[in-house]
């Protein structure tokens, strides 16, 4: 009898291991399904992300300054070199511009920027104290550079140069004072697309000679993005339904 209980005892015991070990094996293999399905999960959304990037990426446009707003900056900057050879005693100064055909646009801008800088704009010999400033502009240009991307799906881009060049005549008491040539530049990168909108069409020497998109371009990117979306779409399914 003794006997018998203790090979029951056993039996029990032997029951109750097996039944732990089948538990075990069903905690961990709903664990490594789980580990698997969230891994797999995780490998789906970065293939369609990395795609997604490829696709669309992301582009940021920066405001820039039309043409001509760049070129009032470099009369600006040429306005306050030419006043540093002006006695600054003198408060009035009779002003002589010479715009070529096209220019006249920077006569008022130069007048102001005089008048910020405390002068007494003259435009009549009104005094023979005042000193006299020729002030004359020969150039104003923009070109743009061959066009550019960041990244294989990136807007194009241009490099933007602003040029303009002129002289200057500083005389007083009838006498030439000073002479000199000024040459200010600036330069940036502006998106192809706004191009047009940066431009004015009724002011020549704001317009440039716009580069040509590469005709290479135009037709491989539909190509390269539609194969694209299909990788991703294939990538999802295949490795969600594993």
Same mark, same amino acid.
């Given at each position: 009898?003794?006997?018998?209980?203790?090979?029951?005892?056993?039996?029990?015991?032997?029951?109750?291991?097996? &039944?732990?070990?089948? *538990?075990? $094996? =069903?905690?961990? /293999?709903?664990?490594?399904?789980?580990?698997? !399905?969230?891994?797999?999960?995780?490998?789906?959304?970065?293939?369609?992300?990395?795609?997604?990037?490829?696709?669309?990426?992301?582009?940021?446009?920066?405001?820039?300054?039309?043409?001509?707003?760049?070129?009032?900056?470099?009369?600006?900057?040429?306005?306050?070199?030419?006043?540093?050879?002006?006695?600054?005693?003198?408060?009035?100064?009779?002003?002589?511009?010479?715009?070529?055909?096209?220019?006249?646009?920077?006569?008022?801008?130069?007048?102001?920027?005089?008048?910020?800088?405390?002068?007494?704009?003259?435009?009549?010999?009104?005094?023979?104290?005042?000193?006299?400033?020729? &002030?004359?502009?020969? *150039?104003? $240009? =923009?070109?743009? /550079?061959?066009?550019?991307?960041?990244?294989? !799906?990136?807007?194009?881009?241009?490099?933007?140069?602003?040029?303009?060049?002129?002289?200057?005549?500083?005389?007083?008491?009838?006498?030439?004072?000073?002479?000199?040539?000024?040459?200010?530049?600036?330069?940036?990168?502006?998106?192809?697309?706004?191009?047009?909108?940066?431009?004015?069409?009724?002011?020549?020497?704001?317009?440039?000679?716009?580069?040509?998109?590469?005709?290479?371009?135009?037709?491989?990117?539909?190509?390269?993005?539609?194969?694209?979306?299909?990788?991703?779409?294939?990538?999802?399914?295949?490795?969600?339904?594993?």
């Amino acid at each position: 009898m003794a006997e018998k209980l203790k090979a029951g005892g056993s039996d029990i015991i032997m029951s109750l291991g097996n &039944f732990n070990r089948r *538990r075990m $094996k =069903v905690q961990l /293999s709903n664990f490594n399904f789980f580990w698997i !399905f969230s891994v797999k999960r995780l490998m789906a959304l970065t293939a369609l992300c990395f795609c997604f990037c490829l696709i669309a990426p992301l582009q940021v446009f920066p405001q820039n300054l039309t043409n001509l707003e760049v070129f009032y900056k470099l009369s600006d900057s040429s306005v306050v070199n030419v006043l540093k050879v002006v006695p600054k005693e003198s408060n009035e100064i009779y002003l002589r511009l010479d715009l070529p055909e096209g220019y006249s646009v920077f006569r008022n801008k130069i007048v102001q920027d005089l008048r910020l800088q405390g002068k007494t704009v003259l435009f009549a010999k009104d005094s023979l104290l005042a000193p006299s400033l020729d &002030f004359s502009i020969d *150039r104003a $240009k =923009v070109s743009y /550079s061959e066009l550019f991307r960041h990244g294989f !799906f990136g807007s194009y881009k241009a490099e933007r140069t602003v040029t303009l060049n002129g002289n200057f005549v500083l005389a007083s008491g009838g006498m030439v004072k000073k002479t000199d040539n000024f040459s200010f530049q600036a330069k940036d990168t502006v998106n192809y697309d706004e191009i047009r909108n940066i431009e004015d069409f009724s002011i020549p020497f704001t317009r440039g000679d716009i580069p040509s998109e590469p005709v290479f371009s135009t037709l491989w990117e539909p190509v390269v993005a539609l194969g694209t979306a299909a990788v991703a779409v294939y990538l999802f399914f295949t490795i969600r339904s594993k």
